[in-house]
């Protein structure tokens, strides 16, 4: 192919098979800065580092569908897990939802909003788990395992926070707190999209 690559051909590569300009540039035979000359040249705009990121990670694309909602039933857990991620998610992290809480029934909602709605199954998700120093982590892990349905591989390991006062929060936190990842930026950005629509 030489040094010339056809705008149709790059944009086949680039556009359509979402491959990157050093795979394109290996099996062109170009450098990777030809490559990004060529990009450049055709005004073909250039994916940032995180969608290269995303791309990378989900090759065979999204790894999530979302469901119509067309019942009662899945709006009102569309409106449950949507305010649950609204109230106690951490919108800041920019490349997946996380949501963090004690009660055992709300975390298991989360994860059933995100199972109906967007079809990820529960062995995707990672858990995080805080306990306070005068807990047993590993009564509180097993707990949660047992709670949720969750294998220990899919925890992180426990964080032990030093214990400081005994008031209702410490009741309430017997276990410690939890909180449930879902890495997918996409799926992220819907959810907070949906909220700032609010």
Same mark, same amino acid.
């Given at each position: 192919?030489?040094?010339?690559?056809?705008?149709?051909?790059?944009?086949?590569?680039?556009?359509?098979?979402?491959? *990157?300009?050093?795979?394109?540039?290996?099996?062109?035979?170009?450098?990777?800065?030809?490559?990004?000359?060529? &990009?450049?040249?055709?005004?073909?705009?250039?994916? %940032?580092? #995180?969608?290269? $990121?995303?791309?990378?990670?989900?090759?065979?694309? !999204?790894?999530?569908?979302?469901? !119509?909602?067309?019942?009662?039933?899945?709006?009102?857990?569309?409106?449950?897990?949507?305010? &649950?991620?609204?109230?106690?998610?951490?919108? %800041?992290?920019?490349?997946?939802?996380?949501?963090?809480?004690? !009660?055992?029934?709300?975390?298991?909602?989360?994860? /059933?909003?995100?199972? $109906?709605?967007?079809? /990820?199954?529960? +062995?995707?998700?990672?858990?995080?788990?805080?306990?306070? %120093?005068?807990? !047993?982590?590993?009564?509180?892990?097993? =707990?949660?395992?047992?709670?949720?349905?969750?294998?220990? %591989?899919?925890?992180?390991?426990?964080?032990?926070?030093?214990?400081? #006062? $005994?008031?209702? =929060?410490?009741?309430? *936190?017997? =276990?410690? /707190?939890?909180?449930?990842? =879902?890495?997918?930026?996409?799926?992220? +950005? $819907?959810?907070?999209?949906?909220? +700032?629509?609010?």
């Amino acid at each position: 192919m030489g040094h010339t690559i056809p705008k149709k051909t790059l944009q086949a590569l680039y556009i359509n098979k979402q491959q *990157s300009a050093h795979d394109i540039a290996l099996e062109t035979g170009c450098s990777e800065q030809k490559i990004h000359y060529w &990009l450049r040249k055709y005004k073909i705009p250039k994916r %940032s580092i #995180s969608e290269a $990121i995303y791309i990378k990670h989900n090759p065979g694309g !999204d790894p999530f569908a979302i469901k !119509d909602i067309k019942t009662m039933k899945d709006a009102l857990l569309f409106g449950i897990g949507v305010g &649950l991620y609204w109230g106690e998610g951490t919108k %800041s992290n920019t490349h997946a939802i996380r949501l963090g809480n004690t !009660d055992p029934r709300l975390m298991r909602k989360f994860i /059933v909003f995100l199972k $109906i709605l967007y079809g /990820v199954q529960k +062995d995707q998700l990672r858990f995080g788990l805080q306990v306070f %120093s005068d807990m !047993d982590p590993r009564k509180a892990l097993l =707990y949660w395992c047992r709670e949720l349905g969750a294998m220990h %591989s899919q925890f992180q390991k426990v964080v032990v926070t030093q214990a400081r #006062s $005994i008031g209702t =929060y410490r009741k309430k *936190s017997q =276990y410690g /707190v939890l909180t449930v990842y =879902y890495h997918n930026k996409k799926l992220r +950005d $819907i959810l907070c999209n949906t909220i +700032d629509s609010l």
